[in-house]
């Protein structure tokens, strides 16, 4: 239950700072072109509203909402979410949307999406200049990589270090490594010392997405943190820092030693004869102390465990990149993250338009999970910055209802030098209405078929 609540009080702090800055867009520019807001609201208010006030000498009325499913501001002589179709039958005022210039309705409709935009830049450079850039190398990964099933079949196997796709050097972990992947025809990797080819299936991508694990993951060393007194490996000679390579002469990693002493035990529960139990205890362990290699055998205990403590820092485990940036430094590669971060987004859209993709939609519970369990400020303001990417693009889409759509047909008014009927404008409004609604319930239905299921 704390981790739900953690989670969301995270999800509903970052969605209420991008709601705000999205709507502040729309109201500051309708504001410089001295056009009339009604309300400004955060959150949706059918019904009820849980708080309002209207400042003295102000045409605005501010307003807490009890739906966290977004937010608006009500713009005079605007066919918006109010639908307040009324208020379009009256003569034109001058101070309302309807009565200023196309190219002024254009930027007060584009408004919202700049500021939110524009938040995941100021976010993205803040970050680097609070924290840097840390990333661990995915060519210089000692171990490689473990792979899942699907990429087993294309032909990828546990420790294979990453290279390039295409020719194009991999750098570091993310959507832009899945996506070089999965768009390439070859990809190179080093295994056992040597360069090998993998060739990728068109549909690779359709079959990731089917999956329910994570397609690769880095293999990390075992390395001794500490040992259990009196156990069997401080009792066979193993000390803090050793870091354990291989197991009855195979190459393991950290996940490798745990699931092979849990097989044997398995094993042992089942076998019928003493000695093949006690055979199933003996272990041969290669390991690094001081650059040198050894070898001992000895035998686990009855419960299958030999005694150790894995170090369980990354940073301990795995050469680490760290950049530092100073204030000046920070704003243009935080500007760069975060056009790369929109354009990987973008790439990825096209995959939610097949089978697979669409069960991935994912609601309010998928977006709360990307969250940490624990209260982090820095994936905090990054999964933050990311989320006012996703919302300026999503809000873009020339769908109506959305900005997008007002944009769309503002540029065929200033293209066609006609304005659409307010009466096709209604119906474009509900219509896009009843397209949102669908893909919302679609999404949050996905939430609890995977929750159930």
């Not at 976010?123 to 990429?151: C, H, R």
């Not at 070089?180 to 079959?207: H, K």
Request: net charge negative.
């Amino acid at each position: 239950m704390e981790t739900f609540l953690i989670k969301a009080l995270q999800l509903i702090l970052s969605l209420s700072l991008l709601v705000i800055i999205h709507e502040m867009g729309h109201f500051l520019f309708a504001k410089l072109f001295k056009t009339r807001v009604e309300k400004f609201c955060l959150f949706f208010d059918p019904w009820f509203t849980l708080f309002k006030f209207k400042p003295k000498k102000s045409e605005t009325e501010y307003a807490l909402g009890w739906l966290p499913l977004g937010g608006y501001v009500k713009i005079s002589g605007m066919i918006d979410e109010s639908m307040d179709t009324e208020q379009m039958k009256q003569p034109v005022k001058p101070w309302e949307f309807r009565a200023k210039p196309a190219w002024q309705r254009l930027l007060i409709m584009v408004g919202g999406v700049v500021f939110n935009f524009l938040l995941a830049l100021f976010i993205y450079s803040m970050i680097l200049f609070a924290w840097g850039d840390a990333y661990i190398p995915v060519q210089k990964a000692p171990l490689g990589m473990d792979f899942n099933e699907t990429m087993h079949q294309v032909g990828f196997k546990d420790g294979d270090v990453l290279i390039s796709a295409d020719g194009v050097p991999f750098e570091r972990m993310g959507t832009d490594l899945l996506t070089g992947i999965v768009d390439a025809r070859q990809v190179t990797v080093m295994r056992d010392g040597q360069p090998a080819s993998v060739y990728i299936p068109d549909n690779l991508m359709d079959r990731l997405l089917a999956d329910s694990t994570r397609f690769a993951d880095f293999r990390y060393p075992y390395v001794i943190d500490s040992l259990v007194a009196g156990g069997p490996a401080q009792l066979a000679g193993l000390q803090p820092g050793d870091s354990i390579t291989h197991m009855d002469g195979q190459s393991i990693s950290f996940q490798d030693l745990l699931l092979t002493m849990a097989e044997r035990r398995r094993q042992a529960e089942a076998a019928t004869a003493d000695s093949l139990r006690n055979a199933l205890r003996q272990v041969r362990l290669t390991y690094v102390r001081g650059g040198t290699t050894h070898d001992l055998t000895m035998e686990a205990d009855t419960a299958f465990k030999v005694g150790v403590y894995a170090v369980m820092q990354t940073d301990r485990l795995l050469p680490v990149v760290q950049k530092e940036y100073t204030f000046f430094a920070s704003i243009p590669a935080g500007i760069e993250l975060g056009i790369n971060t929109l354009a990987g987004y973008v790439d990825q859209m096209k995959y939610l338009f097949s089978k697979e993709g669409a069960k991935q939609l994912g609601g309010f519970g998928t977006i709360g999970s990307i969250f940490p369990a624990t209260w982090d400020w820095h994936q905090f303001w990054y999964m933050t910055a990311f989320l006012s990417i996703i919302l300026a693009f999503m809000n873009i889409l020339p769908i109506p209802a959305l900005d997008g759509g007002h944009v769309l047909f503002l540029l065929y008014e200033i293209i066609a030098r006609r304005k659409p009927s307010d009466q096709f404008m209604e119906r474009a409004q509900m219509a896009g209405m009843f397209i949102l609604f669908a893909l919302l319930i679609w999404a949050n239905l996905n939430d609890v078929i995977r929750f159930i299921f």
